[in-house]
């Protein structure tokens, strides 16, 4: 157990929906990520929070949104979803920031049908 | 940019056995260098990583990494396998990008 939870474990949903997953990093941890991991992209990172503030986006699409709150969990924003959107969406944490190691969570997996 | 290249997707390997599952990166700055492990439906769990120093990095489950700056590599190896070894390995960097970013994984299954 990393320490790292996610909800929900599963969520099911159709074309067109608009989801939010949702993180609470370790005890401590000021750092969120967010990656997408799937069978023809592998894992992405998306974004990352630190205390906050946006620090760094990386593949995140312009539908995707993530904010952190002041007790430090995240939320990650998924709209308007295509099947595409299909996939695994785990949240890490880290004390710091950058080459810190970052702990995972058990993730949330996605299907759009 | 940077960028990781894992070698073999797949590694068959009878219990007992050696490994070695390859890892070679890209980056126009230092980098750290970790592995990770994903076991079927959980995520992902810190191996081992390098920092800085001893180019030999040991880590858990008896895994160990070499980092080798001249040939841009960071091979994980483990001398004996066993059964529950079987997960994917995730090879990952963080340079100039000044993000992690992962290589395609390879699937290490253990043969009995």
């Known amino acids: 157990d990393s320490g790292v939870t996610q909800t929900p474990k599963h969520l099911i949903t159709a074309t067109g929906q608009r989801v939010t997953l949702r993180c609470s990093p370790r005890?401590?941890?000021?750092?969120v990520y967010w990656y997408q991991q799937s069978l023809d992209q592998g894992l992405q990172f998306l974004i990352h929070?630190?205390?906050?503030?946006?620090?760094a986006k990386g593949n995140i699409l312009e539908r995707f949104s993530a904010q952190q709150f002041p007790d430090l969990h995240s939320e990650l924003n998924l709209s308007s979803l295509e099947l595409g959107d299909s996939a695994l969406y785990f949240c890490?944490?880290?004390?710091?920031?950058?080459?810190?190691?970052?702990?995972f969570g058990p993730g949330t997996r996605l299907t759009v049908l | 940019a940077q960028s990781v290249t894992q070698l073999d997707s797949q590694v068959p390997v009878f219990e007992e056995a050696p490994v070695e599952l390859r890892c070679n990166y890209s980056?126009?700055?230092?980098?750290?260098l970790f592995w990770y492990v994903q076991y079927p439906n959980q995520g992902l769990q810190l191996l081992l990583k390098?920092?800085?120093?001893?180019?030999l990095v040991k880590g858990i489950n008896g895994f160990e990494a070499e980092f080798n700056k001249s040939q841009t590599s960071f091979h994980l190896r483990k001398p004996s396998v066993h059964i529950s070894d079987t997960a994917e390995y995730f090879c990952?960097?963080?340079?100039?990008?000044?993000?992690?970013?992962f290589g395609s994984g390879t699937q290490l299954t253990v043969l009995p």
């Open positions: 390098y920092l800085s120093g001893s180019t």
């Open positions: 929070y630190y205390n906050g503030e946006e620090r």
């Open positions: 990952a960097v963080y340079g100039s990008a000044r993000q992690l970013t």
């Open positions: 980056s126009s700055v230092s980098v750290y």
């Open positions: 005890s401590g941890d000021l750092s």
């Open positions: 890490a944490s880290s004390g710091g920031t950058g080459s810190d190691t970052q702990y």
